[in-house]
């Protein structure tokens, strides 16, 4: 997949949250100041693009498993990033997707990539307010009376404080049909630890304008609520994968405890 094109030809002059993230999956979608800033996200955090890899196999493996063992085909996701080829219209081709992103850049190149597929739509909508993307005219047509629906609030967590969050997560349990999912994941990190690293990487996000907030164990698990958790729990992103121990090595928890966690948690019926 080549970079998109600016109207004029030029170059953006500044880093694009969803076009780092391309790189870091080793796409071909982004600018010099993308891959800039991502390479020196590596230098503070190593792990970075494991961790990434990871969370894009969670999304794939998450749609896959909520096809199969929930019967549900319509998905709404929050800050999507780029609907590249791995992402869930192609995970499991067929469904009908409704995607979001509160960049404009992100939202205009979506365009280009989904904007012909018939089962997908992709809206410009801060994740902050879910509600109101699900009560615009455009979704609640799309969705027609469906509102057994998978919601994804995947690799997210990180930019929202916990009020915003768990407000997030009770406004779509609440408007959710008996029967729904929510597929999320959280990054940790133990609360008492850090490093100037880290301490870099997160100033980094805060100079940005875009606050990054580390999680807890425990705080996590309050963020899933009132969503029932499954019986395994919230598990760590490797063990949800299905990877072996010790994928993930000392070194890669950044002498933080770094981790994340990932769950589909459901709406009883």
């Not at 970079?3 to 002059?13: E, I, K, L, N, Y």
């Not at 949250?17 to 503070?44: C, H, K, V, W």
């Not at 615009?136 to 799309?142: C, R, S």
Request: proline share 9%; charged share 20%; aromatic share 12%.
């Amino acid at each position: 997949m080549e970079a998109p094109q600016t109207p004029d030809g030029a170059t953006p002059a500044f880093p694009n949250a969803a076009r780092i993230y391309n790189y870091t999956l080793g796409g071909s979608f982004y600018y010099p100041p993308d891959q800039a800033a991502a390479e020196y996200m590596f230098s503070l955090v190593p792990s970075t693009k494991k961790w990434v890899h990871m969370l894009r196999d969670f999304l794939q493996a998450a749609t896959q498993h909520i096809v199969k063992e929930k019967g549900i085909t319509t998905f709404v996701d929050f800050a999507s990033g780029l609907p590249t080829d791995e992402h869930i219209h192609a995970a499991a081709p067929g469904l009908r997707v409704i995607y979001s992103d509160n960049d404009p850049e992100t939202y205009a190149a979506a365009q280009k990539l989904i904007g012909g597929l018939p089962n997908v739509r992709y809206f410009l909508h801060d994740v902050i307010d879910p509600l109101d993307l699900l009560e615009k005219p455009e979704v609640q047509e799309f969705l027609g009376d469906d509102r057994r629906v998978a919601i994804g609030i995947s690799g997210v967590s990180s930019f929202l404080d916990m009020d915003d969050m768990q407000r997030m997560v009770a406004d779509l349990y609440d408007w959710a049909a008996p029967g729904s999912v929510l597929y999320t994941t959280f990054e940790t990190k133990e609360a008492d630890k850090t490093t100037p690293r880290m301490e870099q990487f997160v100033d980094m996000f805060r100079q940005a304008g875009a606050p990054f907030h580390f999680y807890t164990y425990e705080e996590s698990l309050t963020l899933c609520r009132p969503w029932s958790l499954p019986p395994s729990g919230l598990v760590p992103l490797q063990q949800f994968l299905g990877l072996p121990e010790g994928y993930i090595t000392p070194e890669e928890h950044e002498d933080v405890g770094l981790e994340f966690y990932a769950a589909i948690l459901e709406k009883p019926v």
